[in-house]
């Protein structure tokens, strides 16, 4: 197994990419810290599905929009697990709003979820990595969107924008302390975020002639990846995005 023994907080873990994410670290071994508002249910379930596999879950109420609230998910995998090893800010949200009907509330809303959980966290985490004085892994869930506009959706777009720099930053900042910090870009995943496009047939159609691998991602498919970014074979890579986007945004219709 790639990440026998190590500790990882996946934000947004209980639903989505985050929970295809949680269970991948923890089929690789990893015990695992995941935050939940709003169902409690949905996290025990998962921690469930996390010992089933023979490891350790542990579910934090928390509002990772809240820098003390990131501090308790840090502090409560000390406690429970002794340590962390990886830090994985995943929870997004978005609102499929224009740069001309975007409300100042939907935009402190996504940017506070989407960037600043993400700096918080990657702040909180490196203090914690950098006390424990043998490196680390950041990976934050950005999106093909944090360079590649999504009309109709401005805030998140230039939220993941942010995440993007924030990448490329801390990883030149923290590769002395042995952390690296990784970038994941999605392209379309089965996720609730996207129930809209899937329940809407010729929506579908359009999305899936798009991407050259012909459909959406599976949430397992982005979970695979993370997983061997969190690991040993993956020690060079930082400050950087990988891509995982069926090749969508390099499509062409050859004209
Ligand atoms: C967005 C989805 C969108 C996908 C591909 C994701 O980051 O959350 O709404 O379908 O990118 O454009």
Redesign the pocket.
């Given at each position: 197994m790639l990440l026998s023994g190590k500790v990882a907080i996946v934000t947004g873990g209980n639903s989505g990419i985050g929970k295809s994410i949680a269970l991948a670290l923890a089929a690789e071994g990893a015990n695992i810290v995941i935050d939940y508002i709003a169902d409690p249910q949905a996290t025990e379930d998962l921690e469930g599905q996390i010992v089933a596999l023979g490891d350790k879950a542990i579910g934090v109420e928390a509002d990772v929009s809240k820098v003390a609230e990131l501090q308790k998910l840090v502090d409560t995998a000390v406690a429970t697990f002794g340590r962390v090893d990886i830090m994985v800010n995943n929870a997004?949200i978005?609102t499929?709003t224009s740069v001309l009907d975007t409300t100042e509330e939907q935009y402190e809303k996504v940017l506070e979820i989407n960037l600043k959980s993400a700096f918080f966290g990657t702040q909180i985490a490196a203090k914690q990595m950098i006390k424990q004085g043998d490196g680390g892994r950041i990976v934050n869930i950005?999106?093909?969107?944090e360079d590649?506009p999504?009309p109709g959706?401005t805030a998140?777009c230039l939220s993941?924008g942010g995440v993007r720099m924030l990448t490329r930053t801390a990883g030149v900042e923290l590769g002395p302390h042995g952390i690296t910090v990784v970038g994941v870009?999605?392209?379309?995943?089965a996720?609730p975020?996207?129930t809209a496009?899937m329940n809407d047939p010729a929506a579908m159609k359009t999305?899936d002639a798009a991407i050259p691998i012909g459909r959406?991602a599976q949430p397992a498919e982005i979970g695979g990846v993370v997983a061997f970014l969190a690991s040993d074979g993956a020690s060079y890579l930082t400050a950087t995005t990988v891509f995982v986007?069926g090749g969508?945004m390099h499509s062409s219709p050859g004209l």
């Open positions: 997004g978005e499929r950005t999106s093909v969107h590649w999504m959706n998140y993941k870009g999605p392209g379309a995943v996720t975020i996207n496009t999305l959406m986007d969508i």
